[in-house]
């Protein structure tokens, strides 16, 4: 599933994150024994299939990220923009390397320019209290496999 080419763009990261999936209670039990920073990802939320006029299937997957670090409890927001910088950078190593990611001969997801994701601050979430960014993005694939 697409999960797999989303965690081989997260460890390409210069910050090399931790890649974590889930729904948000899992990730909220997995936060606490996890190594910062971290990138979770949700599931994904819809996909759309539409049929090619040349016998293709094309899909479109809204994804939805989040790049946090650990952080004290009791600090005060202007204390955590360092980490929401920081997060934000992540994120958008990340658009450029999803856009650039390559799977055999071609690169595997389409990311057209001018297309807009929706990146958001992040402050003391999950029980172990993390600070980042949340980025929403639609990633469509560029080819699958030959289907026998």
């Not at 080419?5 to 390409?12: A, D, F, K, L």
């Not at 923009?81 to 190593?93: G, K, R």
């Not at 997801?109 to 992040?122: E, S, T």
């Amino acid at each position: 599933m697409i999960r797999n080419q989303i965690q081989s763009i997260t460890q390409t990261l210069s910050n090399t994150p931790t890649f974590i999936y889930g729904t948000a209670n899992e990730l909220n039990l997995l936060a606490d024994d996890a190594t910062f920073p971290v990138v979770f990802m949700y599931p994904l939320q819809p996909v759309e299939v539409s049929p090619q006029i040349n016998g293709s299937v094309d899909n479109t997957f809204s994804v939805y990220l989040e790049f946090l670090y650990q952080t004290e409890f009791d600090q005060y927001t202007t204390d955590n923009e360092t980490y929401v910088t920081q997060a934000l950078q992540m994120a958008n190593e990340f658009i450029v390397k999803a856009s650039k990611y390559r799977e055999g001969e071609g690169r595997y997801f389409r990311i057209k320019a001018g297309d807009k994701a929706k990146c958001l601050p992040v402050y003391n979430k999950f029980d172990v209290n993390t600070t980042g960014v949340s980025l929403t993005i639609t990633l469509a694939t560029m080819y699958f496999p030959t289907i026998a």
